[in-house]
T-cell receptor, first 112, second 116 residues
Framework: GEDVEQSLFLSVREGDSSVINCTYTDSSSTYLYWYKQEPGAGLQLLTYIFSNMDMKQDQRLTVLLNKKDKHLSLRIADTQTGDSAIYFCAETTSGGYNKLIFGAGTRLAVHP | DSGVTQTPKHLITATGQRVTLRCSPRSGDLSVYWYQQSLDQGLQFLIQYYNGEERAKGNILERFSAQQFPDLHSELNLSSLELGDSALYFC???????????????FGSGTQLSVL
């Protein structure tokens, strides 16, 4: 079945790196995504990675994928207060139906 | 601004009532998705439409229904409402159904439904 799990809360100091972890169960997942939700807003796509990749870097964001362990992580370098939000990991599979399965979301709190 | 418009932003109603949530996708997007976000269930996929046709169904209750119109806007109808239906309902759109599994979704700001 499809299931995505994340830790619920992460607190970091401004300027430090944040690492948000996610595990998924569907081994046929082809793409994995990170979305960000700020208060009162919808989800915003941050980045995604194809399942045959190990790493993807996009400015301050680094995505690491361990397909063997079905583990995905998002690293935010030089975390800022504006990064405070809920971060959702999501997976989708091929086959024509782009049904995104989301984790419960990790609330990132950045403090001075 | 994602380009996806949802109305209304807030809706307060009573148990047993029926409501309609509306979504206008981004210009040019053919696919519309509906999600429900609640504290206990997280983000749940409800249903997807592509160019007017239903493409995928998730955890959508029989009391709920949706459709996508020729102008591509979509409506989610919730009937016989219960307290547990109180949630944030999101609509998302994407350009189309590529079949590759890589379809970037753009989310609206959601409709907050409160059933009293």
């Amino acid at each position: 079945g499809e299931d995505v799990e994340q830790s619920l809360f992460l607190s970091v100091r401004e300027g430090d790196s944040s690492v948000i972890n996610c595990t998924y169960t569907d081994s046929s997942s082809t793409y994995l995504y990170w979305y960000k939700q700020e208060p009162g807003a919808g989800l915003q796509l941050l980045t995604y990675i194809f399942s045959n990749m190990d790493m993807k870097q996009d400015q301050r964001l680094t995505v690491l994928l361990n397909k063997k362990d079905k583990h995905l992580s998002l690293r935010i370098a030089d975390t800022q207060t504006g990064d405070s939000a809920i971060y959702f990991c999501a997976e989708t599979t091929s086959g024509g139906y782009n049904k995104l399965i989301f984790g419960a979301g990790t609330r990132l709190a950045v403090h001075p | 601004d994602s380009g996806v418009t949802q109305t209304p932003k807030h809706l307060i109603t009573a148990t047993g009532q029926r409501v309609t949530l509306r979504c206008s996708p981004r210009s040019g997007d053919l696919s519309v998705y509906w999600y429900q976000q609640s504290l206990d269930q997280g983000l749940q996929f409800l249903i997807q439409y592509y160019n007017g046709e239903e493409r995928a169904k998730g955890n959508i209750l029989e009391r709920f229904s949706a459709q996508q119109f020729p102008d591509l806007h979509s409506e989610l109808n919730l009937s016989s409402l219960e307290l547990g239906d109180s949630a944030l309902y999101f609509c998302a759109s994407s350009s189309g159904w590529t079949g590759t599994g890589n379809e970037k979704l753009f989310f609206g700001s959601g409709t907050q439904l409160s059933v009293l």
